[in-house]
């Protein structure tokens, strides 16, 4: 199972609006509504940011929001902020034999 | 609340084994399934499989299959990842996450457990 592409890098001012793009086929992204999104910053663990193409966990400000069309799926952060420097993930379900595939990351940088 | 606690750091040489280990807290265990991952050091995340906390069922990554065990203890709420025949490519953080039954949401994550494989 291939990675899911996403850009290498997407870079903002604080408080502009970034999207980061999650590519993948009709077997996993545009196959099932099963897409999550993941921030991680250096040296920790991956933090939850959107299940479900589009469901925020609790906790999650509303600057982060999911979409889907066809094979691709988008991260969108409004207003950015420092903070929101980190490294980001897609993951996809892709079926009862593949199950989940990552994305190859992006970095996020707040100029 | 809901905790993921991973074992200690392990130094391996090639053609070792390790088994990294998983304790659940705060949630039933055998309503959630552990999904693995791991990330080579500056590298992305790396779905390795996932293991049902319901039936204890596992599913591997097809590149791991056959050097990788995934198994459940109910009775500790632990769930462990076995790694055989170690390569120095096999050095990475290993991170077990809470998955749920169906679809791709890892909501709670261990802190991670570095394993080194070095002759």
């Known amino acids: 199972q291939s990675a899911l592409t996403q850009p290498r890098a997407v870079s903002g001012s604080p408080g502009q609006s970034i999207t980061i793009s999650c590519t993948g086929t009709?077997?996993?992204?545009?196959?099932?509504?099963?897409v999550s999104w993941y921030q991680q910053h250096p040296g920790k663990a991956p933090k939850l940011m959107i299940y479900?193409?589009?469901q925020r966990p609790s906790g999650v400000p509303d600057r982060f929001s999911g979409s889907k069309s066809g094979n691709t799926a988008s991260l969108t952060i409004s207003g950015l902020q420092a903070d929101d420097e980190a490294d980001y993930y897609c993951?996809?379900?892709?079926?009862?034999?593949?199950?989940?595939?990552f994305g190859t990351g992006t970095k996020v940088s707040v100029l | 609340q809901v905790q993921l606690v991973q074992s200690g750091a392990e130094v391996k040489k090639p053609g070792a084994s390790v088994k990294v280990s998983c304790k659940a807290s705060?949630?039933?265990?055998?309503?959630?399934?552990i999904t693995w991952v791991r990330q080579a050091p500056g590298q992305g995340l790396e779905w390795m499989g996932w293991?049902?906390?319901?039936?204890?069922?596992?599913n591997y990554a097809q590149s791991l299959q056959g050097r990788v065990t995934m198994t459940t203890d109910t009775s500790t709420t632990t769930a462990y990842m076995e790694l055989r025949s170690l390569r120095s490519d096999d050095t990475a953080v290993y991170y077990c996450?809470?998955?749920?039954?169906?679809?791709?949401?890892?909501?709670?994550w261990g802190q991670g457990t570095l394993v080194s494989v070095s002759s």
């Open positions: 293991i049902s906390g319901y039936s204890g069922n596992p």
């Open positions: 993951c996809s379900y892709g079926g009862r034999y593949t199950f989940d595939v």
């Open positions: 996450a809470r998955r749920e039954e169906s679809g791709s949401k890892f909501d709670y």
């Open positions: 479900d193409v589009t």
């Open positions: 705060g949630y039933t265990f055998t309503n959630y399934g």
């Open positions: 009709s077997r996993d992204v545009g196959g099932y509504e099963y």
